[in-house]
């Protein structure tokens, strides 16, 4: 296991983490929770992580959360959801995705 401390929203940290460990098998995104950084981390790390890519505390994606949410670019990062959904149904690139309060995982 290991824990790296940086900005989820810096690409160029992100690829120093994949080149120093190469590709996870579990990628836990607990960030800032503001929707550029939840995005800017799953379109770089996501197709390189092995079994489950989990977003955590997306509620704060939510209007009402925090006096109007972190969706600090008009558009939630709970769209990936959505997205990674539709993909599911249509062409089977991950085995399941389970949504709960505040965390989602994405298998593949």
Known sequence: IYIEIGSSGDENFLQSILLKYGNPDIVIDDGSHLSTDIKKAFSV????????????????????????????????????????????????IMKSIKIYHSICFFFK
Do not use: H
């Not at 197709?47 to 890519?53: D, E, L, M, Q, V």
């Not at 989990?54 to 925090?66: L, M, S």
């Open 45 to 92: 790390l996501y197709n390189k992580t092995n079994i489950c890519y989990v977003i955590e505390d997306y509620g704060t994606q939510q209007k009402d959360f925090a006096g109007g949410g972190y969706i600090n670019d008009g558009v939630p990062a709970t769209n990936i959801m959505y997205d990674m959904i539709n993909s599911l149904m249509i062409s089977r």
